[in-house]
């Protein structure tokens, strides 16, 4: 991939909110900067978070159910969602939390020494991982060497070009699709179309789930889960899709969480068009 602009100050290219970076001058998702006029990734490698959790934690549901995935996380988010359940590592820098430098032949064989215990791969989680695209492209070529699998849990808020670097090495997907409008994802800092666009390119090439977290007066109304299941139902109405629970978290520490009720009204909605609706987090 290329940027557009001298070495001087670039626009960087991997997702909508097009940073214009001056040398040095690291991005909105903090995990990027211009240096010596390309947009590098600087968490490459730099691993904040690790466990070995089961995969219906992702979420994904029909993706080798039962088994375990090692995932990992680094630091920064390309999103400002005010309920984040990460933010100490998704709006955190390089200087702000603790890492650890894990290359990608490292983690395919932390990886590999797990299967005895289940392990299928490597989920790319936590954080938004794909503001460092590099590296989950080079670990998940070392993870299919070991005839591993790679999952990356996502907000699908990059571009198509990136998806397309990683889309070859990737098995399963939990796509966020947080919700149906414009303005709530202008709320969160996010970009609609973007979202829809990585779905489509995705859905056809690997196993792809997705996930919307149901935020009350956000994105709770019926007409808009309906709205939502029938464009992924255009898609591929057979992509299982998972309505969660909120808890306070973050900047809405003071709202009550979801309405539970409501989640299972909202779930019977999707599954007018959905063959799969789970209900999660209750
Ligand atoms: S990936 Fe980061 S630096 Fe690049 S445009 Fe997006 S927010 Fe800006």
Known sequence: MSESGNTSEII??????????????????????????????????????????????????????????????????????????NDSISCAGAESVPWESVSPDRLASLADSLRSRGNLGVAFTYNEPLVGWEYVRDAAMEIRKRGMKTVVVTNGSVSVPVLEEILPWTDAFNIDLKGFTPEWYRSLGGDLDTVLAFIRKAAPSAHVELTTLIVPGGNDSIAEIRNLAAW??????????????????????????TDIALLYRLADAARETLETVLVGNV
């Open 12 to 85: 960087c290219p991997v997702c909508f909110h097009h940073c214009r970076l001056a040398p040095g001058q690291t991005g909105l998702c903090r995990a990027r900067k211009n240096e010596l006029g390309s947009s590098i990734c600087i968490n490459y490698g730099k691993i904040t978070s690790m466990a070995l959790d089961p995969i219906e934690k992702k979420p994904l549901a029909r993706f080798y159910p039962g088994s375990k995935v090692l995932s990992v996380g680094s630091f920064g988010c390309n999103l400002d969602c005010p309920f984040c359940q």
């Open 232 to 257: 992924v139902a255009s898609v591929d109405r057979t992509i299982p899709l998972h309505i969660t629970r909120f808890f306070p978290r973050r900047n809405l520490a003071d709202c009550a969480p």
